[in-house]
């Protein structure tokens, strides 16, 4: 059994179109309790029908525009959306079905942890770097304060290399790479078995970035964890993941094991995303596929048009009349495309 | 300097402080760089490198607690640190013109974006009435921006982040400056968008023979676009080299691990090279190289005399006594 199973998982938020005043009637009628589809009805699909599994110690890399879902994604498996239909099976059990604020007592809240893209912005400015690590362990490992919580807060900071004077720090005395690293001890204190990560290192600069990355790969294997690593940077996550899956306007893409989907991209989109990555070797740099025009609106997609139609260099009138289905292509992928790249014979192959 | 014809732009052994209340951060020293007319030069380095305080100094644009202590900024053979705020009022969007790392910042929320755009026409265009709007118009459309005459009335809020930035490129293009200098200009847009908008910048720099100064963290992006590469580490250029030869033959022990550090694709995790120690404390007294203390190919002699600007090869500057190779 997988450690996590997603079956056709959507989250659907409501807008109100139409400008400042239906806005305004719409927050009255949620005031009066009315509820939101007495609105116009109108519905950002940001994730729609997304399914995945994630094996235990695998790395799974989300990738996507800005926009596209991925964090909505991340987010409703660390159980803080609730989604609006489909199935999030964490070993062994829906947790989907908990309503995220109840979530916090389930006995698998524990088990799933989250590191923030941003750690200004995730750190309680007004706690030590000790009393962030302490919180979760306190909270919901039902330490107490005393000897044993300090050992063990040293022995967290140790592991993710931060000094132990630090401890007594607050974040604005900290570096970059040390909140980072505080971020990551906080998350790793109760040994989850499922660590999703939102952006983790790009705030950093290179040099942090890479100790951070080293550092993230030798406590997978140490504490056995399985990572859902959120990244736009296609270079990083191609480090640590062994799966990854493109996202584009709330669906998935491709999907499939991160050498092939790089090296034999078979969706248009993750053709001209895996094109766009720039590279110090002029040996590695892609004819770049350049994307014409905007994305289409994810506000009440018509479900019968492919999401990058409009944009597709390959677009067809089918396209517009059929939603594509994620299928199995050759080498071992799978994408959501009518028209997937053909995958080149053994002969052709590159590294044949 | 590289080549015989006089640079468009030289700084000469800019040497640059804050004045803080704790304490004096010295944030530029003796540094010097040139561009020439239509070449790309990227600045890269971690942030608090100073890559960005040259951009300002350059643009005359620094924070008044900021003090020049020595050098020059050669524009056109001009000294502009000698230059008025007036005089420099004057060349900022008609010589040389920036743009920014987070576009919808930058541009003025309530009015649309069209009206910016003729607000630096009518600055320093030399265009009036209906003139106006027609080059407002064409300048949306040298930017690709679809449907230019509908979007000319759009505000802001209303354009996607790319969007946004190409509107700060059409303006920052608007009266044909000489020098763009760019600082993180893709920096938070997404991978797609980034390349179309570089792709843009270097057609219309080409277009036009325009310097461009690349300022960026991102050595991929900086190796894709630049004619050449200057590294800056704590407030001092390190290297300078056309860019097939700085990541060939980096000499800087710096340039290398800043090499070694970036991710790509032909190298696993293991191959990741990290850097030890992080940037130097600018309000501290300062050995004479401000990489020593991270450095691994420190010597002695690194402490004795001030740091060199080697040429080690035509046009490849090193500030190192012990450099790689």
């Given amino acids: 059994m997988s450690l996590l199973e997603v079956w056709d998982l959507t989250k659907k938020f409501p807008v109100q179109a139409g400008g400042a005043v239906a806005h305004l009637k719409g927050t009255l009628r949620r005031l009066r309790g009315e509820g939101l589809e007495t609105a116009d009805g109108h519905w950002l699909h940001a994730v729609d029908g997304v399914s995945f599994q994630l094996e235990r110690g695998e790395s799974l890399g989300l990738v996507g525009e800005s926009g596209c879902g991925k964090s909505t994604l991340a987010r409703l498996i660390a159980r803080l959306h609730d989604p609006t239909s489909g199935v999030i099976n964490f070993e062994g059990e829906d947790i989907g079905a908990v309503p995220a604020s109840r979530f916090v007592r389930a006995k698998q809240r524990p088990r799933i942890q989250m590191v923030f893209q941003d750690p200004d912005e995730s750190l309680n400015p007004a706690h030590t770097a000790f009393s962030s690590i302490a919180d979760p362990l306190r909270r919901l490992g039902g330490m107490r304060p005393g000897a044993a919580l300090l050992q063990r807060v040293e022995a967290l900071a140790a592991m993710v290399g931060l000094p132990g004077e630090l401890l007594a720090r607050f974040p604005h005395q900290l570096s970059g790479g040390q909140k980072a690293r505080v971020g990551i001890a906080r998350a790793i204190a109760l040994e989850p078995s499922l660590l999703v990560l939102d952006e983790p290192t790009s705030a950093l600069d290179v040099s942090v970035q890479a100790v951070i990355l080293h550092l993230l790969e030798d406590l997978k294997h140490r504490l056995g964890m399985s990572y859902l690593f959120v990244s736009h940077d296609l270079n990083v996550v191609r480090l640590l993941c062994q799966r990854v899956l493109v996202m584009y306007l709330g669906k998935v893409a491709e999907t499939g094991p991160t050498d092939e989907l790089f090296e034999r991209p078979a969706h248009p989109y993750t053709r001209a995303l895996v094109s766009a990555v720039p590279a110090i070797d002029a040996g590695d740099r892609k004819i770049r596929l350049h994307l014409a025009g905007e994305p289409r609106s994810p506000i009440d997609p018509d479900p019968n048009v492919c999401r990058f139609y409009g944009r597709c260099p390959k677009g067809e009138a089918r396209c517009a009349r059929e939603m594509p289905i994620l299928r199995r292509v050759p080498g071992g992928a799978e994408a959501a495309c009518h028209f997937p790249e053909p995958h080149p014979r053994p002969a052709e192959a590159r590294f044949a | ?325």
């Fill in chain 2, 1 to 325: 300097m590289s080549g015989e014809r006089l640079p468009l732009l030289a700084v000469e052994g800019l040497s640059l402080e804050f004045r803080t209340r704790s304490g004096t951060v010295r944030a530029l020293e003796r540094v010097s760089l040139d561009v020439q007319k239509g070449e790309m030069l990227g600045v890269v380095g971690e942030s608090g490198s100073g890559k960005s305080v040259m951009s300002y100094a350059i643009m005359g644009i620094l924070d008044p607690a900021a003090e020049v202590t020595s050098g020059r900024i050669l524009f056109g053979g001009i000294n502009l640190l000698e230059r008025t705020e007036s005089e420099l009022q004057e060349m900022r969007g008609r010589e040389m013109a920036m743009i920014f790392q987070n576009p919808r910042s930058a541009l003025n929320p309530i009015r649309s974006v069209g009206r910016q755009i003729e607000d630096v026409l009518h600055r320093h265009g030399n265009v009036r009435g209906e003139k106006m709007r027609e080059r407002a118009v064409e300048l949306l459309r040298q930017v690709r921006i679809p449907d230019p005459e509908r979007r000319f009335h759009a505000y802001p809020f209303e354009l996607s982040g790319g969007m946004c930035q190409r509107v700060l490129i059409a303006m920052a293009v608007a009266a044909a400056p000489w020098l763009l200098i760019a600082d993180e200009p893709v920096t938070g847009l997404d991978v797609t968008t980034q390349a179309v908008i570089m792709d843009l910048i270097q057609d219309l720099a080409r277009s036009r023979n325009m310097a461009t100064i690349l300022i960026t963290h991102d050595l991929g992006l900086a190796a894709e676009h630049c004619d050449r590469i200057a590294v800056m580490h704590a407030g001092h250029v390190v290297e300078v080299a056309g860019t097939g030869r700085l990541f060939r033959s980096p000499r800087h022990p710096y340039t290398a691990k800043l090499i070694g550090a970036t991710p790509r694709a032909d190298r696993g995790l293991s191959g990741l090279a990290s850097i030890p120690g992080g940037l130097p404390d600018l309000r501290a007294a300062l050995p004479p190289c401000r990489y020593s203390a991270r450095c691994e190919r420190y010597a002695r002699q690194c402490d004795l005399g001030p740091l060199p600007s080697r040429e080690l090869a035509p046009g490849h500057r090193v500030g190192c006594w012990n450099p790689i190779g």
